[in-house]
């Protein structure tokens, strides 16, 4: 039997592979990437071909842990999880021995003082200086012993990033509720009154059955009548894997310990200013200055928009006292509806998914001269995935996506986009395209909200990122940039999600085909600030407590990370948190990973500044301008970390980016 894993590229890797190739496949991997290092550690060549070796070092590895990684998050297959348990530590130690490797060091400085790599320039120099100072920062001029203790913490952070991951979707998974009457779910829209009632048919129970399917979780705290549902849903939604055997508290302390103690043997004052060092923020306190500093803008804005919700709900809805946290989405979805006249029901039936999709894809043409191309017959993990080639102006094949967009049991919760392989020149570049947006329904139909439709265009924007790359060095290229400036081509790209004519293009009824009616545009465009500072707020207080852990939290204190984290969300929440809020444990951003978004989640609103402002200079030339989309496609998409986040926003704005756009399009001022 051929195994796929073991052929970087193959799109047969993307079915559903038999756990028993991932164990051998590993082992290989692993001997090639020796292999390669001890064959550069050898050469006595300085040219381009050792360049390009230096770029490959770890392409095996990388294709062969990361398609396991990937299935393993979207089917429920034991084999497949067991699988990557025993490949995790394996491929952690050899990522950890080579970021502390300080033989592979001293052979690249010696490299960049050769003749030939002291006249580099461009992308090269720039792979080759950023391999040396990302050595530097991870201790290969340290002592042996220090080098073998950061080696022994990556492998343990990998390995405690991975559980974490597994108890949220486990504890997701192992919870219900089954409500027998139709009295209980009033209010709920039909799409999930059928859904739930599906599903307690599946599972022989009659009525109604409620998991945590974060679609379902959403509709449910916004449409359903009964206080009492949506105060079980949120308070279980918000209380994954805090409890008994999938308990994730134990795993953030270690994890937050671990950080600092990298940080320390490093040499950074915390964990914040090492991974910021790199990035445009280029320390912790600037990063967190950034996110205190839009919070003051904020706040008080936060506070008329609750006083005004609270009022409503006194004097329309017949409540009485301070709302509790699973009210705020029910009230304000009524006083949205009634303010604006939009009912999103409505809009769903609009927004028929695969006309989405497709009118997406037009988007993508008309701006960046990409063209999707349905492969109907791709290897796929799951019927419910389609596969998509993607092609230029001139018939080059730049990518291959696959795009799995509804829940299931046993898929990870959230949207994500993977680029799989950023491939040699000639080749197509491969990606997955994930999400948990609303279900289809009989019929096979899925009529998507209009958060469903941002989610994919923001997808689809770091799917760009990744497919338009023409960086010759995977290390690199497509999404491999500065984490504060990566949510910058994701984020750019929901803008269209706002526009009337693209909107006008978007809607057709699921049904009949008809037009959207230019008065449900109008609503939808009118509620697009309402609530925009508790929204803010909501992402700064993740923002903030992702810095707090990591800047000033006492790891080895008695204080509960957990609860410490339910304190400063409260604070920045329009109502109390219950006392087993917990939604740090299950916060994948932060702890699903060695690092992740830890001290970085700040980079959302950083890169939302960036994207405001360059989306302003977009409306000045025309946001169906294929010429400047060209421009854009080729100055920021396709460049990668080829060239200095900095500079890219300097070349496309002539200037720093200016935090007001944000506060401009928000309505803050």
């Known amino acids: 039997m051929s195994n796929p894993l073991l052929s970087p590229g193959a799109t047969s890797a993307f079915a559903h592979i038999d756990p028993a190739l991932v164990d051998p496949a590993i082992d290989a991997a692993i001997a090639d990437v020796s292999d390669k290092r001890a064959a550069l550690l050898a050469s006595t060549e300085n040219d381009e071909a050792f360049v390009q070796a230096l770029d490959r070092m770890t392409d095996g590895l990388e294709w062969a842990y990361g398609i396991v990684a990937h299935l393993e998050s979207v089917l429920p297959d034991p084999g497949l999880r067991e699988a990557l348990g025993k490949a995790q530590p394996k491929a952690s130690a050899v990522w950890a021995s080579l970021a502390t490797d300080q033989a592979l060091h001293d052979r690249l400085v010696s490299f960049r003082a050769s003749p030939y790599g002291a006249a580099l320039g461009g992308a090269a120099a720039r792979l080759v200086d950023k391999t040396i100072d990302g050595l530097r920062r991870s201790g290969a001029a340290l002592s042996e012993s220090a080098r073998e203790r950061l080696q022994a913490i990556d492998v343990r952070l990998g390995e405690l990033g991975l559980t974490f991951s597994q108890h949220v979707v486990d504890d997701a998974d192992g919870w219900s509720l089954t409500l027998e009457t139709a009295e209980e779910v009033r209010g709920l829209p039909e799409t999930y009154v059928n859904t739930t009632r599906q599903a307690a048919e599946a599972a022989g129970e009659l009525g109604h059955r409620f998991t945590l399917s974060a679609p379902l ?74 996110v205190r500093g839009l919070r003051a803008k904020t706040e008080a804005a936060a506070k008329r928009e609750h006083q005004e919700l609270v009022a409503y709900a006194h004097e329309k809805l017949g409540f009485s006292g301070d709302l509790e946290a699973w009210d705020v989405g029910f009230v304000a979805e009524k006083l949205r509806a009634e303010r604006y006249s939009f009912d999103e029901e409505k809009l769903r039936d609009y927004f028929p998914s695969d006309h989405v999709l497709t009118t997406i894809f037009g988007l993508i043409d008309e701006l960046f001269g990409l063209r999707f191309e349905a492969w109907t017959d791709a290897p796929k993990w799951h019927e419910g995935v389609e596969v998509f080639r993607i092609f230029d102006e001139a018939d080059n094949e730049r990518g291959i996506v696959w795009v799995d967009l509804f829940p299931r049991t046993g898929k990870r919760d959230g949207a994500w986009m993977d680029g799989m392989r950023l491939a040699l020149p000639g080749s197509p570049h491969l990606a997955i395209v994930c999400g948990n947006m609303s279900p289809k329904e009989e019929g096979g139909v899925a009529r998507l909200q209009h958060r469903d439709m941002e989610t994919i265009l923001h997808e689809f924007g770091h799917l760009l990122h990744h497919v338009a790359s023409t960086v010759p060095f995977a290390s690199l290229g497509g999404t491999r940039v500065a984490e504060d400036f990566v949510e910058v081509p994701s984020q750019f790209l929901e803008n269209w999600g706002w526009d009337p004519v693209f909107l006008q293009r978007l809607g057709k009824h699921w049904k009949t085909g008809a037009a959207i009616p230019d008065e449900l545009i109008a609503a939808l465009l009118r509620t697009r600030t309402f609530r925009g500072a508790t929204a803010a707020m909501r992402q700064l207080g993740f923002g903030e407590v992702d810095m707090t852990l990591h800047r000033e ?39 699903g990973s060695p690092v992740g978004y830890a001290a ?12 405001a402002d360059l989306f302003e200079r977009v409306r000045h030339e025309g946001i169906f301008n294929g010429t400047f989309g060209r421009v854009i496609r080729d100055n920021v998409y396709a460049v990668g970390n080829s060239v200095d986040a900095n500079e890219i926003v300097r070349t496309m704005l002539g200037r720093d980016a200016d935090p007001d756009a944000l506060l401009r399009r928000s309505g803050l001022v």
Request: without cysteine; aromatic residues 10%.
């Open 600 to 611: 970085g989640y700040y980079v959302y609103k950083w890169a939302e500044v960036i994207e």
């Open 217 to 290: 979780v959403t509709a449910t705290l916004t449409y359903a009548d009964h206080r009492s549902v949506r105060e079980a849903i949120h308070r279980a939604w918000n209380a994954r894997a805090s409890h008994g055997d999938r308990d994730n508290g134990p795993i953030v302390r270690e994890m937050l310990a671990l950080r600092l103690e990298k940080a320390k043997l490093l040499g950074f004052d915390d964990f914040s200013d090492l991974v910021t060092v790199e990035r445009m923020a280029k320390s912790g306190a600037r990063a967190h200055e950034f």
């Open 553 to 591: 939290f006492d790891v080895h204190g008695t204080a509960s990370p957990v609860a410490h984290a339910r304190e400063i969300l409260e604070a920045h929440s329009p109502t109390k948190l219950v006392p087993e809020h917990a939604m740090l444990a299950s916060f994948h951003h932060l702890f």
